[in-house]
């Protein structure tokens, strides 16, 4: 079956630091991915996505690109802020007895510090 | 676009009661889906809907749990004779078949307390 593995958290870091959160997928096809950012109480809200190999999704500065060579989703950002404090979910999507199923990774838990 | 709504957001209750949660979709979209998150998790699916029919179900989903979607609007995921483990924060998703990646917007979720 399908299957997404991401990096154990928590992450903690600096204002302003390198954000690298790694996420592995494991999937027959070609499946979408994606990136789910949860902040607390709340539900997930869709972050950034790539439908096919070599694609790059970007948000709010958040970058990740699909590797098919490597089966990976890295997210990334170049500078974080206390407001990216939230867990981050990798998910893919493919198609499942006619329609998209999603599986989720286990969540990574960011936290900044000022 | 309202986003997908969930009611209610906080849900306490005893052991062996039944509790009903609503989700209301984004208006356009004919698929819904309910998963469950517990504490360190990922969301788990549930079921989803087509419309009104409910096309497929998890093996997650037991015998006390039921899930409608009476006119392919909203719909209700209930649970019979609470267990504390179902405490679990359960979410909604809707999505429109043919849609950009076939991507789910998520409610906020409703967190139900089992005592």
């Known amino acids: 079956g399908n299957s997404v593995t991401q990096m154990e958290g928590p992450v903690t870091l600096s204002e302003e630091a390198f954000l690298t959160i790694n996420c592995t997928y494991t999937?027959?096809?070609?499946?979408?991915l994606f990136w789910y950012v949860q902040y607390p109480g709340e539900g997930l809200q869709l972050l950034l996505k790539a439908t096919k190999a070599d694609d790059k999704g970007s948000n709010k500065g958040f970058e990740a690109t699909y590797r098919k060579e490597t089966t990976s989703f890295h997210l990334e950002k170049g500078s974080v802020q206390v407001s990216d404090s939230a867990v981050y979910f990798c998910a893919l999507s493919a198609n499942s007895g006619g329609y998209q199923k999603v599986t989720f990774g286990t969540g990574t838990k960011l936290q900044v510090i000022p | 676009d309202t986003g997908v709504s969930q009611d209610p957001r906080h849900k306490i209750t005893k052991r062996g009661q039944n509790v009903t949660f609503r989700c209301d979709p984004i208006s356009e979209h004919n698929r819904l889906y309910w998963y469950r998150q517990t504490l360190g998790q990922g969301p788990e699916f549930l079921t989803y809907?087509?419309?009104?029919?409910?096309?497929?179900k998890s093996r997650l989903l037991s015998d006390r749990f039921s899930a409608e979607r009476p006119k392919g609007s909203f719909s209700t995921l209930e649970i019979q004779r609470t267990e504390q483990g179902d405490s679990a924060m359960y979410l909604c998703?809707?999505?429109?078949?043919?849609?950009?990646?076939?991507?789910?917007?998520f409610g906020p979720g409703t967190r139900l307390t089992v005592t």
């Open positions: 999937a027959t096809g070609y499946p979408s």
């Open positions: 998703a809707s999505s429109l078949v043919g849609g950009p990646s076939y991507e789910q917007y």
């Open positions: 809907f087509q419309n009104e029919a409910q096309l497929e």
